[in-house]
């Protein structure tokens, strides 16, 4: 086989123009397509990294914010706890504090209730002795008893209060002053003149005396003049003891 030289230009003629257009209009393409693939790979790549970039941040995010909520959680736990605490202690130092103004009010009441029992005890005590004191009066009093607490009543009478003297004054400008004498015996007619009569030197004026028994008086005198009353009998007497025995301190 002999070398042709025309035939072998024309080959790589040939050859060349098959690069080309191989260059031309596959390669160069192929390239771009390829370039663009690529450069849709890194976009996509980018794109899933910054997704992955993004994901890891919200994860970061929401770690965070459940750790804060954990956080913010345990300390309003920790909060509601104290203010429960707090509150529990108020109600039960109130509640203390009620039970102990209670029990106070209870001791009070009871130690005025034990008072007014021993009062009452007393009280009755005082009215059994001055009732048993007034039956044994009662049964011993006589005229004689009488007389001597009339004898007294008329000294009494020269030193009666300033207040009474000036009543018996005053009553002395009225036309006539009726003066009541209650005795449990009845007076003699010598006991109703010294009285008229030493009535009669306080109280210038006519006197209008009513005389009335009462045996309760036990012995002695009752006179009721205006406003004043004079008492001058057991009666009276025991009642004022068993009053005095129970006055409030």
Not at 10 to 27: A, G, K, T, V
Request: hydrophobic share 40%; glycine share 4%.
């Amino acid at each position: 086989m002999e070398f042709n030289l025309s035939t072998f230009v024309l080959e790589i003629i040939n050859f060349l123009i098959l690069i080309w257009i191989l260059q031309r209009l596959f390669y160069k393409p192929l390239m771009e397509v390829i370039a663009k693939r690529k450069l849709f790979i890194d976009q996509s790549l980018s794109d899933a990294k910054n997704l992955q970039q993004q994901a890891e941040q919200q994860f970061n995010l929401y770690e965070n914010r459940q750790k804060l909520w954990e956080q913010e959680k345990q300390t309003a736990i920790t909060a509601l706890h104290r203010q429960l605490e707090a509150e529990r202690k108020e109600h039960l130092d109130k509640l203390n504090a009620d039970l102990e103004q209670e029990r106070q009010k209870a001791k009070v009441l009871l130690s005025k209730q034990q008072r007014e029992l021993q009062q009452q005890t007393e009280k009755q005590a005082l009215r059994n002795a001055a009732k048993f004191a007034g039956m044994l009066l009662q049964q011993s009093a006589g005229s004689e008893l009488e007389a001597r607490l009339f004898a007294m009543l008329i000294s009494n009478l020269t030193t009666l209060p300033e207040a009474c003297k000036q009543s018996l004054t005053t009553l002395g400008t009225k036309k006539s002053v009726p003066i009541k004498i209650t005795s449990a015996y009845p007076l003699t007619a010598e006991m109703r003149h010294q009285l008229e009569q030493k009535l009669g030197e306080l109280i210038n004026n006519q006197i209008n005396f009513q005389y009335h028994q009462d045996e309760a008086l036990i012995a002695g005198l009752r006179m009721d003049i205006g406003a004043w009353v004079l008492n001058a009998n057991l009666q009276h007497e025991l009642i004022g003891f068993a009053e005095f025995g129970y006055e409030p301190e």
